[in-house]
């Protein structure tokens, strides 16, 4: 009887755990049926936003300005003032220092251009007056080794012949010898020539300055007083136009 009993317990035990297990599988499904289903979640790729390219600015050319070229002004020729000269007393002759022949004549004008030195209104062509032309250097120092005198212009111009004498004659040395008389026809102009000697002269200048129209040496104390006839047309005047008192031989370059 002890073993029908045991059996029975088995048998109720194993009824107890099935109805155990059924009651959990019902359960199980209950809250499976009766439970919200899960929200699906769903992968979303993650956009990565595009980075526009990194422009680099294209550098502008610096623009160098255009420098014109600076204008240099055309500088007029630098006039060199006349120097003054201050007058002196004397003789304005050949030989003489500059002073004599301020004092006779006034000031040297701007058409000056030292060592010559002109006395007679300044302008275009010739006018009537003196140039003189001394041997260079301070104009208080050296002397006039050549004067030119224009005569009178204008229509039938210059000096008649004893006119002419008179006047360039003027400004010899008071010790002037008379050697030769010496008449000119040359292509370039007529005239003649008168030639003299002077000791005053030849003590005045040194040797190497008397030379005549080629550039040789012609004797100290010799100098020539030249007379130019008017170049008339078509035929030449009777009058003179001009003479040039020069020491050494004038010769026919002179014309």
Known sequence: MRRIFHQKWWMIALEVVGV????????????AVTSPPLPQTKATATQVPTTAPTRVPTP?????????????????????????????????????????????????????NPPLYVFRPCGNGPSAGVDVLTVGGSPDQNRVQSITDQGPQGQGGGWDVSTARAVCLSFLPSDAQHQKRIDMATATGNGFILRYFSQTISQEFTPDQFSDGNGNTTPQGVFE??????????????????CDITIGEQGWQSF
């Not at 059924?22 to 809250?31: D, S």
């Not at 300005?65 to 500088?75: D, G, L, R």
Request: proline share 14%; hydrophobic share 50%.
């Open 20 to 31: 155990v297990l059924l009651l959990f599988v019902g359960l199980v499904i209950a809250v």
């Open 60 to 112: 502008t050319p610096t623009l160098v300005p255009t420098v014109a070229p600076t204008a240099v002004p055309t500088k007029a020729p630098q006039v060199v003032p006349t120097p003054t000269v201050a007058p002196s007393p004397g003789e304005a002759v050949l030989g003489a220092l500059l002073g004599p022949f301020v004092a006779k004549f006034g000031q040297p004008n701007s058409c000056s």
């Open 225 to 242: 007083v030249a007379f130019v006839y008017g170049n008339g047309s078509p035929t030449l005047t009777s009058q003179i136009a001009w």
